[in-house]
């Protein structure tokens, strides 16, 4: 059974830092990775989709990296901002199934 | 503006009553899913449907119900046999599944069992 992993749950930072953030998953035959965003209280906002067969994405100050064999991705937000504060979830879409595996997230927080 | 309207937003219940939450995309997407997200615990899949009048069971669709007559639309009834309905409720969309779909999702509903 797939399982995805985001460690650490949260993080709390100050403005102006890079950074990076950890997810894991158990199976590598994946489809393909998912980025999400969510502030309290609203859906998710789909920040990057990596398919199986490339192995970053990048979309303004955010890049994200997908190493199959490892079972690893990193979202890289580069000099981070308040606004930037939020959950960021990952999710993988499982092999021979139709459903997306998301892990528990990560809530991030940005002093200004 | 292309997306997905979920309402209500807020829904207050008694017990032993069944609601039922909307969910309408306009995105032309022909699968849609529900999902259950609680403090704690990540979002967890309810049902799903990759077309017109079909659909299947996630991971915890014990007490709920959908139906999927129009493309558009794909609405979830929590009935009465739901032991914890009190949850945030999330419709999303993609638009040809698991193999190369990129998920998006609505705003979220948010029910409340008295």
């Known amino acids: 059974k797939q399982e995805v992993t985001q460690i650490p749950a949260a993080l709390s930072v100050p403005e102006g830092e890079n950074l990076v953030l950890n997810c894991s998953f158990t199976d590598s035959a994946i489809y393909n990775l998912q980025w999400f965003r969510q502030d309290p209280g609203k859906g998710l906002t789909s920040l990057l989709l990596i398919q199986s067969s490339q192995r970053e994405q990048t979309s303004g100050r955010l890049n994200a990296s997908l190493d199959k064999s490892s079972g690893r991705s990193t979202l890289y937000i580069a000099a981070s901002q308040p606004g930037d504060s939020a959950t960021y979830l990952c999710?993988?879409?499982?092999?021979?199934?139709?459903?997306?595996?998301f892990g528990k997230g990560m809530k991030l927080t940005v002093n200004p | 503006d292309g997306g997905i309207t979920q309402s209500p937003k807020y829904l207050f219940r008694k017990e032993g009553q069944n609601v039922t939450l909307s969910c309408e995309q306009n995105?032309?997407?022909?699968?849609m899913y529900w999902y259950r997200q609680d403090p704690g615990q990540g979002l967890r899949l309810i049902y799903y449907s990759q077309i017109v009048n079909d659909f299947q069971k996630g991971d915890i669709a014990e007490g709920y119900s959908v139906s999927r007559e129009k493309k558009e639309s794909f609405p979830l009834t929590v009935t009465s046999a739901q032991k914890n309905p009190t949850a945030f409720y999330l419709c999303a969309s993609s638009t040809t599944g698991g193999v190369t779909g990129e998920l998006f999702f609505g705003e979220g509903s948010r029910l409340t069992v008295l």
């Open positions: 999710a993988v879409w499982e092999g021979g199934s139709e459903k997306l595996v």
């Open positions: 995105l032309n997407h022909d699968a």
